[in-house]
């Protein structure tokens, strides 16, 4: 049960009541004094029923209850005991409309929202959505390394530009996860192990073990968290069978510290290491078998070190915050095919190795007062990337790419929220930022180097309107803008690109209803100036292009129903209709739809609730239809792929202090295409599909302490 409801019971006839009073803090009052000339039925049939218990939000960069925000937010809440080490990003994309993710694999997927995708490929430009692990940004031009869920408390996606609280690349949204802190004054632990069996394929197997300690009662705590995982292989190549295995290991230090005052500090350490021996395409439709050829590994570590002082009291809150984040992402390709055009013979692999790191710093005030609500902070980011690409022979090693970039962020932010009418507020944002980025890059015995500098305002502004104390309708004006990257001409030299700039308009209606009812809709038309794209070279190698004038509009819908004796249904719709207008590429296009993203997306869930012989249970089964895509703007290169059916059911009972989860995911044995990519240098001439995972049967236990 939620918290709220434990309360309700505990003060089931004392004449107390419990109200909310912070993300984590009830206060117990009296409850108002009852007529006593009424009745009975009466007192019951004038009580108002029990309001739902709020969700909290962090990602506005202030403590805020869904239900007061004017934007479009989608929140996953995981909770203790049910999330394993496979709740993944691909898990949230399931959940929440308009997240779409490439299918290359764990640790090489791109993220995209609400159609603002560049290219499915991985090239060097700067994500489009923002990962940010609580207070610092994870990643600023890496693809998504697939964080696992373990003891995360919520995912929150902001959709849409951010440009006015994250800066540069933020264009389609922020992917935000929340951990959970060290309580300073509880004792708990909990291990759990798992294993799933998969329909032609190998067998899997996931730990991991959580304990949060209070050194110093109420002063100090230590919260620490491991984790690791084996999926096993369903891509047989050759003679090796199951040759696409993945292994994940991680680690999570959480250290909080009451300094006094209603000062805290909170310093985190964390570590997540991907290992996939090989790739996961094929070179038929829905075959998971392909000839024999050369491993083709992948490992996606990072490393991440935070530091966070917060006052959360008091009337203003201050939050001073640092994150430092390294990050390494190596791929490996078969190149026995398509690499003669290097001049290296009898080429064998081509290893790509890149290396991020990303420091992130910020300072912020913000307060509340009634309605009134406003915020205000500087902010300074450094993020390097080095990309080298080998090409190797038995004999010989050739470079072939050499690439360092650096980009420095400083800015400073502000947003205020004032009440116009009795139910009417204008928020209003700005950011205010500086920006230099230096490309160095290797070439034919040269050094090429190249400086931009750009300063800029990216605003925000919205109107919303609160009909009754559960809903809250807004129209919202937001923008972003993207760094300008490097593009390499065929004379060897390279040339620094127009910098992104994406402009939205979005209306949107959200209610909470009493009893769970919960109802989201939106709809949004952007407007993307200078688009740059990632493109695939007839050599196989990957160059940044500008790509022209894009628009991006769409509409949206979620819901969670309850039904009748604790069932409950959850479903939602997406439409997006992303494509180029003008063309700047060069070529002809026979479709302008942007690469990446699905044309419509369709989910429903049906879980029910229910007591079995004493100990809670849920159940749940679901299903997720993906629509079309396509990979890239180039007539040569695009390939229709998506289309298709995501399928689970579920199962959870806690009984005397355990947590039994069991499920199977992909239950009709589907084998679509999800990404019809897989190796650049074979691409031209073996068409390449990624079908879906086997079915897969799994058991999990866990036990709380």
Same mark, same amino acid.
Request: net charge neutral.
């Given at each position: ?18 109200? #909310? ?40 960069? #202030? ?45 090489? *997927? ?11 490929? *991985? ?142 500090? &909170? ?123 080998? !090409? ?17 962020? !400083? ?79 065929? &004379? ?19 209610? &909470?209803?009493?009893?769970? !009812? ?188």
């Amino acid at each position: 049960m939620t918290v709220q409801q434990a309360l309700r019971l505990l003060l089931r006839g004392t004449g107390f009541v419990a109200r #909310r009073a912070g993300p984590t803090a009830w206060r117990i009052e009296q409850a108002p004094a009852i007529d006593d000339t009424r009745s009975a039925q009466q007192v019951a049939a004038s009580s108002p029923l029990p309001a739902p218990q709020p969700i909290v939000v962090t990602a506005s960069k #202030r403590d805020m209850a869904l239900t007061d925000l004017p934007l479009a937010i989608s929140v996953a809440l995981l909770p203790s005991g049910e999330s394993g080490t496979r709740d993944d990003t691909n898990s949230i994309a399931q959940a929440v409309e308009g997240l779409a993710l490439t299918g290359a694999g764990p640790g090489r *997927n791109r993220i995209f929202l609400r159609g603002i995708a560049d290219s499915a490929f *991985n090239g060097e430009s700067q994500s489009t959505v923002a990962i940010v692990l609580d207070d610092a940004r994870l990643t600023y031009a890496a693809p998504d390394p697939d964080i696992r869920l373990v003891d995360m408390e919520r995912v929150e996606v902001l959709k849409g530009p951010q440009g006015s609280l994250y800066g540069t690349g933020a264009l389609g949204g922020i992917y935000h996860l929340v951990s959970r802190r060290a309580q300073l004054d509880m004792l708990t632990a909990s291990v759990s192990a798992g294993g799933s069996i998969v329909s032609s394929g190998a067998a899997d197997y996931s730990v991991s073990a959580i304990a949060n300690l209070p050194l110093v009662s109420d002063k100090l705590g230590l919260r620490l968290v491991g984790y690791a995982m084996r999926e096993g292989g369903w891509i047989d190549t050759g003679d090796r069978s199951n040759s696409n295995s993945t292994r994940v290991s991680g680690l999570r230090g959480a250290l909080g510290a009451n300094v006094g005052e209603g000062w805290r500090l &909170d310093l985190t350490g964390f570590a997540q290491w991907t290992e996939s021996r090989d790739s996961s395409y094929s070179y038929a439709p829905h075959a998971r078998t392909r000839p024999a050829q050369l491993p083709e590994p992948h490992d996606n570590d990072l490393r991440h070190l935070a530091a966070r002082l917060s006052r959360e009291s008091g009337g203003v809150d201050i939050v001073v915050s640092t994150g430092m984040t390294w990050h390494e992402v190596n791929d490996t390709l078969d190149a026995t095919t398509g690499a003669d055009n290097f001049g290296l013979a009898n080429p064998q692999t081509l290893t790509d190795e890149r290396r991020f790191r990303v420091w992130d710093n910020e300072l912020r005030f913000s307060r509340a007062h009634g309605r009134w609500r406003w915020l205000a902070g500087v902010t300074w980011l450094n993020a390097r990337q080095h990309l080298v690409s080998d !090409l190797e022979s038995l004999q010989d090693v050739l470079i072939i790419d050499d690439d360092r970039r650096t980009t420095n962020d !400083l800015a400073v932010f502000g947003d205020i929220t004032v009440p116009i009418a009795a139910q009417v507020a204008l928020d209003v944002g700005a950011r205010l930022f500086r920006s230099e980025t230096v490309e160095q890059r290797m070439g034919r015995a040269v050094v090429q180097r190249l400086e931009r500098v750009r300063m800029g305002l990216t605003p925000s502004f919205s109107i919303s309107w609160r009909p009754d104390a559960t809903s809250l309708a807004w129209i919202r004006y937001g923008s972003a803008f993207r760094s300008g990257g490097s593009g390499g001409a065929s &004379d060897g030299a390279i040339e620094m690109l127009k910098g992104d700039e994406l402009a939205m308009i979005e209306a949107g209606w959200r209610t &909470d209803r009493t009893g769970g !009812l919960r109802l989201e809709v939106g709809t949004w038309y952007g407007w993307w100036e200078n688009l740059q794209s990632d493109q695939l070279q007839t050599n196989g190698l990957i160059e940044t292009r500008n790509a022209g004038k894009a628009f991006t509009a769409g509409a949206e819908v979620s819901a969670t129903v309850p039904l009748a004796s604790g069932w409950q249904f959850e479903g939602g719709a997406n439409y997006t209709m992303a494509k180029l207008h003008r063309n700047e590429l060069g070529f002809e296009l026979d479709d302008s739809h942007l690469p990446g993203v699905p044309e419509y997306t369709f989910r429903a869930r049906l879980g029910h609730d229910f007591m079995m012989a004493g100990a809670p249970t849920r159940i749940s089964a679901s299903l997720r239809y993906v629509g079309p895509s396509r990979l890239s703007f180039d007539p040569q290169v695009d390939r229709p792929m998506g289309k298709f059916l995501e399928s689970r059911i579920s199962a959870n009972v806690k009984l005397r202090g355990f947590s039994i989860s069991a499920g199977v995911t992909n239950l009709f044995g589907e084998r679509d295409d999800t990404f019809a990519f897989g190796n650049s240098l074979r691409f031209a001439t073996m068409r390449q599909y990624t079908p879906q995972d086997p079915a897969r049967y799994s058991l999990q236990i866990e036990k709380q302490f």
